[in-house]
T-cell receptor, first 114, second 113 residues
Framework: GENVEQHPSTLSVQEGDSAVIKCTYSDSASNYFPWYKQELGKRPQLIIDIRSNVGEKKDQRIAVTLNKTAKHFSLHITETQPEDSAVYFC?????????????FGKGTLLTVNP | DGGITQSPKYLFRKEGQNVTLSCEQN?????MYWYRQDPGQGLRLIYYSQIVNDFQKGDIAEGYSVSREKKESFPLTVTSAQKNPTAFYLC????????????FGEGSRLTVL
């Protein structure tokens, strides 16, 4: 089955700096790669996703890049703010590219210091 | 107000007892999922269901059971066979395979005493 590795497990940045979180996946058939944000005590929520037919996607201060050849994808947050502090999870679609079964990384705890 | 409702939010259980976690959605979504969240382990898939009366095992199904008798409901039973049941359990749903976004409930925290 799919295996997703996520790094780093913790990341601390100063407000205004950029943050980058990286993930690798094992199943070359995977074609959907979402990122979820989970604030303390709350449910995970989708912040951005990318499909395998594009290499980059942006939404305001958030961007995701995908390198299918290397089987890795990254989340980039620019001009970080204290409210960006949360746990971020990457995920990849399961074997065969089915969107029904996502495999998640172990998460990155991002702390933005004011 | 559409969404996913999980209950109870907190649950305590003695060893050897089965417990059922409720998950109800009014989003008219076809597919529903149960994930287990442990510190430093991310979200691990327990069971998922693509349609009523059908479900499949995820990566860590041992010691768990589910049913999908109604589109709106996908309860999870944590049986006494689950060796480490203390965890945070998240239910989720999404509309169809072309809509990747998962909508999560607020979770149920189970503690086995």
């Amino acid at each position: 089955g799919e295996n997703v590795e996520q790094h780093p497990s913790t990341l601390s940045v100063q407000e205004g700096d950029s943050a980058v979180i990286k993930c690798t996946y094992s199943d070359s058939a995977s074609n959907y790669f979402p990122w979820y944000k989970q604030e303390l005590g709350k449910r995970p929520q989708l912040i951005i996703d990318i499909r395998s037919n594009v290499g980059e996607k942006k939404d305001q201060r958030i961007a995701v890049t995908l390198n299918k050849t290397a089987k890795h994808f990254s989340l980039h947050i620019t001009e970080t703010q204290p409210e960006d502090s949360a746990v971020y999870f990457c995920a990849a679609s399961g074997s065969g590219g089915s969107n029904y079964k996502l495999t998640f990384g172990k998460g990155t705890l991002l702390t933005v210091n004011p | 107000d559409g969404g996913i409702t999980q209950s109870p939010k907190y649950l305590f259980r003695k060893e050897g007892q089965n417990v059922t976690l409720s998950c109800e959605q009014n989003l008219n979504h076809d597919a529903m999922y149960w994930y287990r969240q442990d510190p430093g382990q991310g979200l691990r898939l327990i069971y998922y269901s693509q349609i009523v009366n059908d479900f499949q095992k995820g990566d860590i199904a041992e010691g768990y059971s589910v049913s999908r008798e109604k589109k709106e409901s996908f309860p999870l039973t944590v049986t006494s066979a689950q060796k480490n049941p203390t965890a945070f359990y998240l239910c989720a749903s999404h509309r169809d395979r072309n809509t990747g976004e998962l909508f999560f409930g607020e979770g149920s925290r189970l503690t086995v005493l």
